[in-house]
Every structure is written in C-alpha cells, then in structure tokens.
T-cell receptor
Framework: KQEVTQIPAALSVPEGENLVLNCSFT??????LQWFRQDPGKGLTSLLL?????REQTSGRLNASLDKSSGRSTLYIAASQPGDSATYLC????????????FGQGTELSVKP | SAVISQKPSRDICQRGTSLTIQCQVD?????MFWYRQQPGQSLTLIAT?????????ESGFVIDKFPISRPNLTFSTLTVSNMSPEDSSIYLC???????????FGPGTRLTVT
C-alpha cells in the first residue's frame, strides 16, 4: 500500500530565504508525482507535475525533483515571499490505476516579511 | 488545464439530511474524482466517476452514503446522504487532463453538519 509522508509538517522562514520541502513515498511504482498549493479554506492549485521518467521540473521560482529509486521528491522554493505562505501538498499518482492520487499530509509554510 | 466550479461553496446542514454537490468543468474530460478533506487532514479519494459507467468507490466509502452521477463529460454530482457531524469536511472534485494525467481541482464545498 502506497504511503506518502511530508516533512516538515510546518515551516516558518523569513522573506527571501531559499527553502526545501520534502516528500517521501513507500512504493517506487508510480505514474507521476504532483505538487499542489492550498490556501486556507480553498481548493488545490497545481504547481508542478513530474512524470515517472523525469528527474525534475521547473516553474519560475519553483523546482521539483524526483528520485524514484529512493522514493523521494523535493520542492525547492527560491527567494521566498510572504505570498508563498500556504500548505504544500505532495501527491503520488499510482501506476496502472488511472493516475489515482495518494496525498501526503502537507507542509504548512509561513514566510514572514 | 481545466477550470472547475463547484456548488454550493459552503453549507450548514442538519443531521439526517442529504446534500448534493455539483461539479462543472469547462472542457470535456473522461475521468472525474471526488475527494474528502476532513478538518486538519489531507485529501482522501472517495470515488472515481467515468461518464457512462458506475462510479468506482474506494475502501471505506459506499454508494448508499455517497451516490454519484456523471450524466455527461463536463458535469458530476456527489450526494452526501443521511449526514452526521462526522461528515463535516471539505469535498473537492478534480479532473484528469492530458496524457500525463495532471489533475486539477475545484474550489471545494465546505460542509458543516450540526
């Protein structure tokens, strides 16, 4: 059974700092991995999708990496801003199950001005 | 990408009643999903809804409690039946788009059962 873990559960950093969020999964037979952002009381916004054959994806100040063999992904946020404050969720798409997603518990990020 | 709307955005309901949540997508999609997010928790998949077939439910979720309709390729409904306070959650629909199975989510429906 696939399990997804995110560390840390919460993180507070000063504005401008570079930071890394971690995601680990127990079964390397994945179809893809997706990072989402969730603002309080809101839905999810897709940030980055990494296919199982890829090592990383970049969008603006965000860079996500994937190491299937070790069951890990990281989300790197450069030059953090107060507007980056949100909960970040990692989700693994299961292989041969239509991309069904298994979510981690999320990392709550607070960027202080 | 896909733009998804949900109705209602929030509701407060009494124990024992039912609520139907609507999900509308701006393009035709094959697969739609319904998730539940309990307070302080992450998302859990309730069921997968394909147009023209019965929804497929995850372990712990049953059709009598969460009936789903999928009448066409842009619309789906989820009903939460015979509600109890334990059903208080955010309910989100999502769609799978493209060959790489990227998922997009609606804004969610915040349900409180009293």
């Amino acid at each position: 059974k696939q399990e997804v873990t995110q560390i840390p559960a919460a993180l507070s950093v000063p504005e401008g700092e570079n930071l890394v969020l971690n995601c680990s999964f127990t079964d390397s037979a994945i179809y893809n991995l997706q990072w989402f952002r969730q603002d309080p009381g809101k839905g999810l916004t897709s940030l980055l999708l990494i296919q199982s054959s890829q090592r990383e994806q970049t969008s603006g100040r965000l860079n996500a990496s994937l190491d299937k063999s070790s069951g890990r992904s990281t989300l790197y946020i450069a030059a953090s801003q107060p507007g980056d404050s949100a909960t970040y969720l990692c989700a693994v798409g299961l292989y041969n199950q239509g991309g069904k997603l298994i979510f981690g518990q999320g990392t709550e990020l607070s960027v202080k001005p | 990408s896909a733009v998804i709307s949900q109705k209602p955005s929030r509701d407060i309901c009494q124990r024992g009643t039912s609520l139907t949540i609507q999900c509308q997508v701006d393009s035709q999609v094959t697969m739609m999903f319904w998730y539940r997010q309990q307070p302080g928790q992450s998302l859990t998949l309730i069921a997968t809804a394909n147009q023209g077939s019965e929804a497929t439910y995850e372990s712990g979720f049953v059709i009598d409690k969460f009936p789903i309709s999928r009448p066409n390729l842009t619309f789906s409904t989820l009903t939460v039946s015979n509600m109890s306070p334990e059903d208080s959650s955010i309910y989100l629909c999502s769609v799978r788009v493209g060959q790489y199975y990227e998922q997009y989510f609606g804004p969610g429906t915040r349900l409180t059962v009293t």
